[in-house]
């Protein structure tokens, strides 16, 4: 089978299924990823991995019901059948997959179990394709909820064996991981994106975890403002350092910072430019433009009138007064 993800990447998953080694890709999705299109795409990877002609994932809670993914059925319609039939009192495989949670079980059509469940069930799995099923039970630590993978096959594809329950299995840890992932992620994502001023949650160490539009179009200039080259926040302002806190106000910026389950949520509000450049004198303010605009020391000096070496005495008052030490930074503070 054709691998799907790259050998290479970190976030892998590898299988030890009977279609190989192809490493699943799945855990930088899980961060990234909505939860009903990433329980999408993991069960689109399973049923390739697996062979298996169609599946479903659904989670549940003691007390409710949470949420269905299913490629190949029409899951309202098959959900309405299930519950007429009493299904939940029928369905052997799942009493299996519950009795022993993170172990697959498998039942084909010759199965004994199978042959001596009840007409309606039966007329059930047929109606939906189904002739051998195979599925595991996945709960959550710490959690009530759990999960019900089902990979089944349907007629002319050949029956599971107890390779790939043992494969499945093997794979289990990494799957729950990754739903884990999600679902905790998709938690920690609740609001960022209704917000028009820019909102981000990162780690205890002030790598980005998630960023809102707003955040990610002030980027740029937060990034030019504490000289960063990867998307991590500077620690002196996720602790409120005073001097990087002058800093960011200086620049015309204020930060928020409050724990959140999964790291730090930071609100960032940006103020007008025009408070930067009321921090600066006029001439500052004037010769900070035009060196911010890209000409040279020597160029500012030739337009305004001023040796070289008065420009350049301007510059550095100016960067003292912004708080910064490199031309991006300082058109960043300006706002330009």
Not at 149 to 178: C, F, K, M, V
Not at 278 to 285: D, F, G, K, N
Request: glycine share 8%; with cysteine.
């Amino acid at each position: 089978m054709p691998s799907r993800t790259t050998p290479s990447d970190p976030d892998a998953l590898p299988t030890r299924s009977a279609g190989g080694t192809e490493p699943l890709s799945l855990l930088r999705m899980a961060r990234t990823t909505g939860s009903e299109r990433f329980q999408h795409e993991l069960l689109r990877r399973l049923l390739d991995e697996f062979r298996a002609d169609h599946g479903a994932i659904n989670t549940w809670h003691p007390r409710s019901f949470v949420s269905s993914v299913g490629i190949g059925y029409d899951l309202a319609a098959m959900s309405e059948q299930w519950n007429r039939i009493n299904g939940a009192e029928l369905d052997f495989i799942t009493f299996a997959m519950r009795a022993q949670p993170e172990q697959a079980a498998f039942a084909n059509d010759d199965d004994p179990r199978w042959n001596k469940t009840p007409p309606a069930w039966r007329e059930f799995l047929s109606s939906h394709g189904i002739v051998h099923q195979m599925g595991v039970a996945i709960p959550f630590e710490g959690s009530e909820t759990f999960v019900h993978l089902y990979l089944n096959r349907g007629p002319g594809s050949p029956p599971h064996t107890e390779r790939d329950a043992r494969a499945l299995t093997a794979l289990t840890p990494q799957i729950r991981e990754s739903l884990l992932v999600n679902r905790l992620y998709a938690h920690a994502r609740q609001g960022l994106d209704e917000e028009s001023r820019p909102l981000a949650l990162t780690d205890a160490q002030g790598w980005v975890l998630f960023a809102n539009r707003a955040f990610c179009a002030a980027w740029p200039a937060l990034a030019a403002l504490s000289g960063a080259t990867s998307p991590r926040l500077p620690q002196a302002w996720l602790s409120g350092q005073r001097a990087a806190l002058r800093q960011l106000d200086a620049a015309g910026w204020s930060i928020e910072v409050s724990p959140d389950e999964s790291g730090l949520r930071v609100a960032l509000q940006r103020r007008p430019a025009r408070d930067g450049i009321a921090a600066l004198t006029a001439r500052q303010a004037e010769i900070a433009r035009l060196y911010c605009m890209g000409h040279s020391s020597k160029d500012v000096g030739l337009r305004l009138g001023l040796s070289p070496a008065t420009v350049r005495v301007h510059l550095r008052n100016a960067y003292s007064r912004a708080g910064v030490s490199s031309r991006a930074a300082l058109r960043a503070w300006l706002g330009i």
